[in-house]
Structures are given as C-alpha cells and as structure tokens.
C-alpha cells in the first residue's frame, strides 16, 4: 500500500464525507429564492453541484479502497503494466467524469458568479448555507483533483471512450433538467429560465463544448505530470505488438 496517497485520500474522504453529511442534515429550507428549492421535485438532486458532491465523495472513498485492496501500478515499475481492476476502474471514474465535471463547475459556477451571482447563487442563499460549505461544493473540489492528479498515476482511457462516458452523463443530467423544468415548472438555473428558447440551445451547446474541451485540458495536464509514463507505456505496447 502506498502510504502518501492512502493518507491524502482518508483525509480529502473524511472531510468531503463530513461536510456531506452536513449537508444532507442541516441544508433542508428555501428561505424565499425562488427557483433555488431543496424541497419539491427532484429535492437536490436537481443540482449538478449536488451530483459532483455525492461523486466526489464516492471517488475519494474508492481511491482509498484501491489504496488498500487494489493498486497504484505505474508503467515504469516493471516490464508488464498491469494495474488492478480496482486502480483500473478509478482511472476512468476520474479521467472520464469527477475532472470534467469538477472543473466544469467550478469553472461555470465563479464565471457566472462575478458576472451576476443572482443567476447561479442569490445573496439569500447565504443567509442558511455557510460560506465554508459553499466553498467545499464549488472551489475545492479543484486543487483536491489537482493533488490527486500530481501525487497519484492514472491510466487515462482512450479520448474516444472517455468522451464517450463524459457524454452520456452530460446528456443524462441535460434530459433531468429538462424533465424537471417540464414536469415541474421549474428551471433549476435562473440563468436557464431568463433565455428564449433559442438561446437556450445555443447556451446548451457551448456548455457541451466546454465539457469537451476540459477533458482535453485533463488529458493533457495528465500527459504533462505523467509524459514519462506515458512513453514508457507506449514502449512497451510497441514492445508487445513486435
């Protein structure tokens, strides 16, 4: 077992898990924003920011099973690379949704924030949700990947098949939405519910762009702290191939 990454992992877990939890039992009221409702339909499972925290703290909490039972096998580390199922599975949770994602977020989140934060996050949501939760849910979730990225080797799948999972669950969160502003009555972005039906589309599909274009930025950062690996990897599947 690999001590530093074990114990980065148990420490992000137990925080990411704590703050879950806080959450779950104590962010529970609509103080009168409006579209911003944890009661109602879909609860806060309307939020991709709700998403990413349950994905998060899922991840963290895997990598550290990996860290136990599985493994974190580099390329490097003998003629035949190969990694567990376990470090296998991690490698495309991370590179495939939780970056993305994550990113997606928090880059999306402070564009629109400084630009008029009444579209993303009202001045009234601050009166029941703590900034530091606030903080935890949209600023953190970054430099905790960054480490994760640095301290820990991970095998990225091909761009195809990453794109490919990234995409279904963008879809899969665009059709809720939409289901909910359908079934519902209800936007779940302000931002969302101000645009014509034009523009929504248009808005839509700079979103999918950017998630596209984040994955790119992940497999590059990744080829950027890993390049060694990586050409060693593809060494050795020359190696194997001949």
Not at 67 to 82: C, L, V
Not at 97 to 121: A, H, N, Q, S
Request: proline fraction near 5%; glycine fraction near 6%.
């Amino acid at each position: 077992m690999s001590v530093l990454p074990a114990f980065y992992h148990l420490l992000v877990f137990i925080f990411l898990a704590y703050s879950l939890t806080y959450n779950l039992l104590n962010v529970k009221d609509d103080p009168g924003t409006g579209m911003f409702t944890y009661r109602g339909y879909g609860g806060k499972f309307k939020f991709l920011t709700f998403w990413l925290f349950l994905l998060q703290t899922f991840y963290f909490g895997f990598c550290l099973v990996n860290d136990i039972f599985g493994s974190n096998s580099r390329p490097s580390q003998s003629k035949r690379f190969h990694p567990s199922r376990l470090q296998r599975w991690r490698d495309v949770l991370l590179s495939s949704v939780v970056f993305p994602v994550g990113m997606f977020v928090v880059c999306t989140f402070w564009g629109i924030y400084f630009v008029d934060r009444e579209l993303v996050y009202p001045k009234k949501l601050d009166k029941f949700i703590p900034s530091w939760l606030n903080h935890v849910m949209h600023t953190t979730i970054l430099p905790f990947l960054l480490v994760d990225m640095y301290i820990v080797y991970h095998h990225f799948p091909t761009r195809m098949r990453g794109l490919k999972i990234l995409m279904s669950f963008a879809c899969s969160y665009l059709v809720w939405i939409l289901w909910v502003a359908y079934h519902a009555n209800i936007w779940v972005y302000p931002v969302l519910q101000i645009m014509a039906p034009h523009e929504r589309v248009i808005f839509i599909a700079v979103l999918i762009a950017l998630f596209v274009s984040i994955y790119l930025v992940g497999e590059g950062l990744n080829k950027f702290l890993w390049g060694k690996e990586r050409r060693h990897y593809q060494v050795m599947l020359g190696k194997s191939r001949s």
